[in-house]
């Protein structure tokens, strides 16, 4: 089943300066690009604070950048902000082109490739005529039983860090690429182990509350909120010194219990 993005939106960099841009502001390392692998990665702010996160393909000396959609036009103006003078020609494509997914390979789409972040997520496709399909729910439903934040629907802009995301566990972080915006900070949390908050799946007892929900112990200290959902699932950011895997937790009038992906159980068993 194809799963069509209408919240997605394509932004294209061409010119022999596109890559030299990019690695000098984005979280990965642009060399992990080419035509045959997509990357994950991110924007931050100068205080290592997330702004934007993305997934960019290249195909024919042009790099095409699928972003959310109504951070589009500001993502736009901030790549704009950083070319300076390189040679790179910065265009909203967002008319022309469309992001698809599925669990099934998109192989008859011309760009089309597995989702750099995890593979279970499924594929990818960015086309130009929108096939028959459903919504992005199945998608969403997916991405948040498998415990992967996207974007706004889970990181606060200007507020939170990449790795209460895990980006480094799904490949949007690259720690010997050298400067970007936002690394001396996003480094040292990761060395000096500063991470105290981290999101994680959870499962609901019942419908899921609003973004942001308190999520309280036993003794109504609250130990994190509520992210993302998608009917009896969601993702929620947790101090991690004071919760644990299994165990319920109160959010407004139900119960959520948090519990560990399998990408990070794989991670941890390397």
């Known amino acids: 089943m194809i799963e069509i993005h209408k919240n997605r939106a394509i932004i294209t960099l061409s010119g022999p300066e596109r890559r030299s841009l990019l690695q000098g502001i984005i979280t990965n390392d642009i060399e992990r690009l080419n035509s045959e692998a997509a990357i994950y990665s991110a924007l931050l702010t100068p205080q290592g604070k997330f702004l934007y996160d993305f997934i960019l393909s290249e195909q024919d000396n042009t790099i095409y950048m699928d972003c959310e959609a109504q951070f589009q036009s500001a993502l736009l103006q901030k790549l704009m902000m950083y070319r300076l003078r390189k040679d790179v020609e910065i265009l909203d494509k ?33 086309i130009e005529s929108i096939p028959a399909g459903s919504d992005d729910k199945p998608y969403h439903m997916r991405r948040i039983k498998l415990g992967i934040p996207e974007g706004t629907h889970d990181f606060i802009m200007d507020k939170s860090t990449i790795l209460e995301g895990h980006f480094e566990e ?39 509350p609003n973004f942001g929900s308190l999520i309280m112990d036993e003794n109504g200290n609250k130990i994190g909120d509520l992210r993302s959902s998608c009917d009896k699932n969601a993702i929620a950011l947790f101090n991690m010194e004071k919760m ?22 794989e991670k941890r068993h390397e």
């Not at 789409?109 to 990818?124: K, Q």
């Not at 972080?173 to 981290?198: H, I, L, P, S």
């Open 94 to 126: 967002s008319e022309q082109f469309h992001i698809i997914t599925s669990v099934d390979p998109l192989n008859e789409y011309n760009l089309s490739f597995s989702d750099p972040r995890l593979s279970d997520l499924g594929y990818r496709a960015i």
């Open 170 to 208: 799904l490949n949007g972080v690259d720690f010997k690429k050298g400067c970007y915006v936002g690394q001396e900070v996003t480094a040292r949390m990761k060395y000096r182990g500063k991470v105290k908050k981290q999101m994680f799946p959870v499962s609901l007892s019942g419908q899921a």
């Open 244 to 265: 644990a895997f299994g165990k319920e937790y109160g959010c407004c009038d139900i119960k959520v219990t948090p519990f560990m992906p399998g990408f990070l159980k």
